[in-house]
Protein backbone atom coordinates (compact mmCIF):
# COMPACT_ATOMS: atom_id res chain seq x y z
CA UNK A 1 0.00 0.00 0.00
CA UNK A 2 1.16 3.53 -0.58
CA UNK A 3 0.85 6.06 1.47
CA UNK A 4 2.08 9.96 1.52
CA UNK A 5 2.99 11.93 4.55
CA UNK A 6 3.38 15.98 4.99
CA UNK A 7 5.21 16.90 7.51
CA UNK A 8 4.15 20.38 7.96
CA UNK A 9 0.39 21.31 8.07
CA UNK A 10 1.18 24.85 8.32
CA UNK A 11 3.91 27.36 6.93
CA UNK A 12 3.27 30.74 7.80
CA UNK A 13 6.60 33.15 5.76
CA UNK A 14 6.92 36.65 4.51
CA UNK A 15 7.31 37.55 1.25
CA UNK A 16 10.40 37.76 -1.20
CA UNK A 17 11.48 34.21 2.04
CA UNK A 18 12.16 31.20 0.10
CA UNK A 19 9.69 28.36 1.00
CA UNK A 20 10.26 24.29 1.28
CA UNK A 21 7.15 22.52 1.67
CA UNK A 22 8.01 18.64 2.65
CA UNK A 23 6.76 15.63 1.59
CA UNK A 24 7.49 11.75 2.08
CA UNK A 25 5.97 9.00 0.34
CA UNK A 26 6.08 4.87 0.78
CA UNK A 27 5.54 2.62 -1.52
CA UNK A 28 6.72 -1.06 -2.47
CA UNK A 29 6.78 -0.08 -6.48
CA UNK A 30 7.94 2.80 -8.45
CA UNK A 31 6.01 5.66 -8.21
CA UNK A 32 4.28 9.12 -10.01
CA UNK A 33 4.56 11.89 -7.84
CA UNK A 34 2.75 15.23 -8.12
CA UNK A 35 1.99 18.70 -6.42
CA UNK A 36 -1.11 19.87 -6.67
CA UNK A 37 -2.45 23.42 -5.15
CA UNK A 38 -6.03 24.71 -3.70
CA UNK A 39 -6.83 28.22 -3.45
CA UNK A 40 -9.97 28.62 -1.23
CA UNK A 41 -13.00 26.91 -2.60
CA UNK A 42 -11.66 26.33 -6.01
CA UNK A 43 -10.60 22.24 -7.30
CA UNK A 44 -7.12 21.40 -7.53
CA UNK A 45 -4.98 22.71 -9.77
CA UNK A 46 -1.85 20.23 -11.28
CA UNK A 47 1.43 22.15 -10.18
CA UNK A 48 4.13 19.57 -10.80
CA UNK A 49 5.19 16.25 -11.74
CA UNK A 50 7.39 13.45 -11.61
CA UNK A 51 7.03 10.21 -14.08
CA UNK A 52 10.49 9.50 -15.25
CA UNK A 53 13.60 10.78 -15.98
CA UNK A 54 15.30 14.32 -14.73
CA UNK A 55 15.39 14.23 -10.48
CA UNK A 56 14.53 18.04 -10.58
CA UNK A 57 11.08 19.50 -12.08
CA UNK A 58 10.16 22.70 -12.32
CA UNK A 59 7.19 24.61 -12.58
CA UNK A 60 5.97 27.63 -14.59
CA UNK A 61 5.62 30.00 -11.60
CA UNK A 62 8.91 29.10 -10.27
CA UNK A 63 7.90 25.93 -7.83
CA UNK A 64 10.34 22.82 -8.14
CA UNK A 65 10.54 19.49 -6.52
CA UNK A 66 13.39 17.10 -6.66
CA UNK A 67 12.86 13.55 -5.94
CA UNK A 68 14.68 11.37 -3.98
CA UNK A 69 14.53 7.69 -4.09
CA UNK A 70 17.07 7.01 -0.91
CA UNK A 71 14.77 9.60 0.71
CA UNK A 72 11.47 8.91 -0.52
CA UNK A 73 10.73 12.25 -0.71
CA UNK A 74 9.22 14.87 -3.12
CA UNK A 75 10.17 18.17 -1.36
CA UNK A 76 8.59 21.61 -3.20
CA UNK A 77 10.54 24.78 -3.10
CA UNK A 78 10.41 28.16 -4.22
CA UNK A 79 13.32 30.53 -3.98
CA UNK A 80 10.94 33.64 -3.39
CA UNK A 81 7.18 33.78 -2.61
CA UNK A 82 4.32 35.92 -3.52
CA UNK A 83 1.72 36.77 -1.45
CA UNK A 84 -0.69 34.65 -4.52
CA UNK A 85 0.78 31.63 -3.28
CA UNK A 86 -0.98 31.41 -0.46
CA UNK A 87 -3.32 27.98 -0.83
CA UNK A 88 -3.11 25.00 0.42
CA UNK A 89 -0.84 22.37 -1.48
CA UNK A 90 -1.06 18.82 -1.72
CA UNK A 91 1.23 16.16 -2.43
CA UNK A 92 0.28 12.74 -3.99
CA UNK A 93 1.23 9.50 -5.19
CA UNK A 94 0.37 7.17 -7.61
CA UNK A 95 1.35 3.57 -8.55
CA UNK A 96 -0.06 3.17 -11.75
CA UNK A 97 -1.19 7.14 -12.98
CA UNK A 98 -4.88 6.36 -12.05
CA UNK A 99 -5.49 6.45 -8.41
CA UNK A 100 -3.83 9.25 -6.51
CA UNK A 101 -2.91 8.69 -2.76
CA UNK A 102 -2.72 12.27 -1.15
CA UNK A 103 -0.71 13.17 1.77
CA UNK A 104 -3.17 15.46 4.45
CA UNK A 105 -1.77 19.09 2.85
CA UNK A 106 -0.03 21.97 3.83
CA UNK A 107 -1.48 25.55 4.59
CA UNK A 108 1.31 27.70 3.06
CA UNK A 109 0.58 31.72 4.03
CA UNK A 110 2.84 34.03 2.57
CA UNK A 111 2.34 37.58 4.66
CA UNK A 112 3.57 40.70 3.41
CA UNK B 1 -12.34 23.34 -24.25
CA UNK B 2 -14.27 23.59 -21.30
CA UNK B 3 -12.98 22.17 -17.36
CA UNK B 4 -14.58 19.63 -15.80
CA UNK B 5 -17.79 20.37 -14.30
CA UNK B 6 -19.68 19.71 -11.28
CA UNK B 7 -23.25 20.64 -10.03
CA UNK B 8 -24.30 21.28 -7.76
CA UNK B 9 -21.42 23.09 -6.21
CA UNK B 10 -23.56 23.31 -2.79
CA UNK B 11 -25.95 20.93 -1.94
CA UNK B 12 -27.54 21.08 1.28
CA UNK B 13 -29.59 17.63 2.90
CA UNK B 14 -31.96 16.16 5.78
CA UNK B 15 -30.16 13.72 7.27
CA UNK B 16 -32.09 10.15 5.93
CA UNK B 17 -31.82 12.18 2.54
CA UNK B 18 -30.43 11.15 -0.72
CA UNK B 19 -27.45 13.22 -2.57
CA UNK B 20 -27.01 13.05 -6.03
CA UNK B 21 -24.04 14.89 -7.33
CA UNK B 22 -23.08 14.91 -10.95
CA UNK B 23 -19.73 15.18 -12.71
CA UNK B 24 -19.47 16.40 -16.29
CA UNK B 25 -16.06 15.33 -17.79
CA UNK B 26 -13.45 17.63 -19.89
CA UNK B 27 -14.49 16.77 -24.06
CA UNK B 28 -12.59 13.60 -24.85
CA UNK B 29 -12.61 12.35 -21.74
CA UNK B 30 -13.26 8.81 -21.06
CA UNK B 31 -11.87 7.98 -17.01
CA UNK B 32 -13.73 9.62 -14.22
CA UNK B 33 -12.14 9.57 -10.89
CA UNK B 34 -13.81 10.70 -7.24
CA UNK B 35 -12.29 12.06 -4.58
CA UNK B 36 -13.88 13.26 -1.28
CA UNK B 37 -11.90 15.70 1.14
CA UNK B 38 -13.43 15.65 4.92
CA UNK B 39 -12.92 19.22 7.25
CA UNK B 40 -9.08 19.54 7.97
CA UNK B 41 -8.21 16.52 5.75
CA UNK B 42 -6.57 15.31 2.51
CA UNK B 43 -8.53 13.45 -0.63
CA UNK B 44 -9.21 10.43 -0.35
CA UNK B 45 -9.76 8.58 -3.46
CA UNK B 46 -13.50 6.91 -3.52
CA UNK B 47 -13.98 5.59 -6.98
CA UNK B 48 -12.54 5.05 -11.12
CA UNK B 49 -14.67 4.66 -13.90
CA UNK B 50 -14.77 4.32 -17.07
CA UNK B 51 -17.97 4.95 -19.78
CA UNK B 52 -20.11 1.84 -18.37
CA UNK B 53 -17.46 0.56 -16.21
CA UNK B 54 -16.74 0.47 -12.76
CA UNK B 55 -12.90 -0.10 -12.65
CA UNK B 56 -11.53 0.29 -8.75
CA UNK B 57 -14.28 1.32 -6.07
CA UNK B 58 -11.95 0.14 -3.58
CA UNK B 59 -12.70 3.22 -1.72
CA UNK B 60 -16.29 3.68 -1.62
CA UNK B 61 -18.11 2.90 1.61
CA UNK B 62 -19.60 -0.30 1.27
CA UNK B 63 -22.81 0.89 2.42
CA UNK B 64 -25.36 3.72 0.87
CA UNK B 65 -22.60 4.60 -1.99
CA UNK B 66 -23.37 3.99 -5.73
CA UNK B 67 -21.45 5.86 -8.90
CA UNK B 68 -22.00 5.32 -12.29
CA UNK B 69 -20.58 6.75 -15.76
CA UNK B 70 -23.26 6.08 -18.64
CA UNK B 71 -22.45 5.75 -22.07
CA UNK B 72 -23.89 9.17 -22.08
CA UNK B 73 -24.12 12.29 -19.80
CA UNK B 74 -22.24 12.65 -16.53
CA UNK B 75 -21.19 10.30 -13.91
CA UNK B 76 -23.38 10.50 -11.12
CA UNK B 77 -22.08 9.80 -7.48
CA UNK B 78 -25.07 8.87 -5.26
CA UNK B 79 -25.23 9.12 -1.73
CA UNK B 80 -28.54 7.49 -0.12
CA UNK B 81 -29.98 8.18 3.67
CA UNK B 82 -27.16 10.68 4.06
CA UNK B 83 -25.67 11.07 7.55
CA UNK B 84 -23.46 13.75 9.08
CA UNK B 85 -19.95 12.52 8.63
CA UNK B 86 -21.17 13.10 5.12
CA UNK B 87 -20.69 16.25 5.03
CA UNK B 88 -17.54 17.06 2.72
CA UNK B 89 -16.34 18.47 -0.59
CA UNK B 90 -16.70 15.71 -3.30
CA UNK B 91 -14.00 16.34 -6.00
CA UNK B 92 -14.63 14.91 -9.47
CA UNK B 93 -11.42 14.34 -11.56
CA UNK B 94 -10.87 13.29 -15.91
CA UNK B 95 -8.59 11.93 -17.76
CA UNK B 96 -7.89 10.70 -21.27
CA UNK B 97 -6.76 7.83 -20.91
CA UNK B 98 -5.80 5.33 -18.82
CA UNK B 99 -2.94 6.50 -15.76
CA UNK B 100 -3.18 10.28 -17.59
CA UNK B 101 -3.00 13.28 -15.96
CA UNK B 102 -6.36 13.98 -14.07
CA UNK B 103 -7.99 17.59 -14.30
CA UNK B 104 -10.33 18.53 -11.07
CA UNK B 105 -13.65 19.74 -10.77
CA UNK B 106 -14.51 23.15 -8.38
CA UNK B 107 -16.10 20.11 -6.55
CA UNK B 108 -19.22 19.75 -4.82
CA UNK B 109 -19.77 20.63 -1.28
CA UNK B 110 -22.33 18.51 0.40
CA UNK B 111 -24.06 19.63 3.74
CA UNK B 112 -26.12 17.39 5.98
CA UNK B 113 -28.18 18.95 8.59
Known amino acids: AQSVTQLDSQVPVFEEAPVELRCNYS??????LFWYVQYPNQGLQLLLKYLSGSTLVESINGFEAEFNKSQTSFHLRKPSVHISDTAEYFCAVSEDGSRLTFGEGTQLTVNP | NAGVMQNPRHLVRRRGQEARLRCSPMKGHSHVYWYRQLPEEGLKFMVYLQKENIIDESGMPKERFSAEFPKEGPSILRIQQVVRGDSAAYFC???????????FGPGTRLTVT
Open chain 1, 27 to 32: SSVSVY
Open chain 2, 93 to 103: ASSPVDGGEQY
